[in-house]
């Protein structure tokens, strides 16, 4: 700002605009605040003529270049934007004249307008948007399918907008994005999906929409790593409601967790923690090779996160098979819990602990 305005506006001490100007005896203006620090240091002269001041001296303000400062600083200041109507926004993502560049330019300001607060998020979801931005996501138009995933991601951070969303049917549209999305519209639909499936009942809605997890369990397989990454916290999110657990190891979901397990995927070891709560994925990962390996390597080696569900997990196979936890006892995975009880977290500390009782067990047999 100050290198825009007139340099008689600045002040020749400091040179920043000046906020309180006076005049000296000398003829010169100088912002009060920068020549009183001049006098309290002892001088006695004008800073730009050296010329003696009056003792003691004066300091007259000037009230005519105060008022000239002031209005063209008020001229100079940008003027703030205008809110832009949601109605307007939405006509335009619903008109048949409207061109490409015009509905991706709606929905960036419509996401922005969801960023702002929740009052905002629930006008939004009343007045129109919902509707007219899932038509996009089922468009095939690959930047108007990402961009309006990003708005309903931002919309679904309000609960009653999360059950609003699913009441509108969104899920359907989700899916479709989840099997055909283009860019980034597939990583993106998994996320709306964990967002949504936040609330207890969008758990079941979602659970058993036809190929909801099927299509996360796909993109887990074929997804590239951030896709993997969304699709296993979308699981994980979902399998809190056991329901969905059995429909996630119908839909194949063990190999292929077991797998991104293998690759580092500590998401994928939190589903297999879940999973493991049935039988049916007991007797699933109990048949694949190498199972017990992969669950020690991460045990040994992996995130605090990825140890404390590789652990649960060992422990529900464990129990449930005694030559599993025979297998565990030669691989040395006792001991390994016993120092495991001096980790700093302390849900490792507990799974740890619970991994050695059942083993204590194995071992008196």
């Not at 009942?201 to 951030?226: C, E, F, H, M």
């Not at 049935?278 to 190498?290: N, T, W």
């Not at 590789?310 to 129990?319: E, G, I, K, N, Q």
């Amino acid at each position: 700002m100050a290198a825009e305005l007139p340099d008689d506006f600045k002040c020749p001490i400091s040179l920043e605009i000046m906020s309180d100007p006076v005049i000296l005896s000398s003829g010169h203006t100088f912002d009060r605040a920068s020549i009183q620090r001049w006098l309290d240091a002892g001088h006695r002269s004008c800073p730009i003529t050296k010329l003696p001041l009056s003792d003691p001296p004066s300091l007259i303000p000037n009230h005519a270049l105060r008022s000239l400062i002031s209005n063209f600083t008020l001229l100079s200041l940008p003027k703030p934007p205008q809110t832009p109507n949601p109605q307007s926004l939405i006509h335009l993502l619903t008109s048949r004249s409207s061109h490409l560049e015009q509905k991706l330019n709606s929905l960036d300001q419509l996401t922005r307008l969801c960023k702002r607060d929740s009052s905002i998020r629930h006008r939004l979801a009343e007045s129109g948007a919902v509707s007219a931005v899932l038509n996009c996501i089922g468009s095939g138009e690959p930047g108007l399918q990402e961009k309006s995933l990003h708005f309903v991601l931002n919309l679904s951070l309000d609960d009653d907008c999360k059950v609003g969303l699913v009441a509108e049917g969104i899920v359907g549209k989700i899916v479709y994005a989840l099997h055909c999305g283009v860019g980034d519209s597939r990583a993106v639909a998994a996320t709306v999906l964990t967002s949504l499936a936040v609330l207890e009942v969008n758990k079941v809605t979602i659970g058993s929409y036809p190929d909801a997890i099927s299509g996360l369990v796909s993109l887990l397989q074929i997804g590239n790593s951030r896709e993997r990454k969304e699709a296993a916290t979308a699981l994980f999110t979902l399998c809190s409601f056991s329901d969905n657990r059995i429909r996630a190891i119908q839909s194949g979901a063990v190999p292929i967790l077991i797998q991104n397990a293998d690759s580092g995927l500590d998401r994928a070891v939190e589903v297999l923690g879940l999973l493991a709560k049935c039988k049916l994925a007991r007797d699933e990962m109990l048949r694949f090779c190498g199972f017990l390996d992969v669950l020690i390597g991460i045990v040994s080696n992996g995130s605090s996160r990825g140890v404390q569900y590789a652990l649960l997990t060992l422990s529900s196979l464990c129990c449930y098979n005694e030559k599993m936890g025979l297998e565990a006892l030669r691989e040395g995975l006792f001991e390994t819990c016993v120092a495991l009880l001096e980790d700093d977290n302390e849900k490792v500390r507990r799974n740890a602990n619970m991994l050695i009782q059942i083993l204590q067990g194995k071992r008196k047999i």
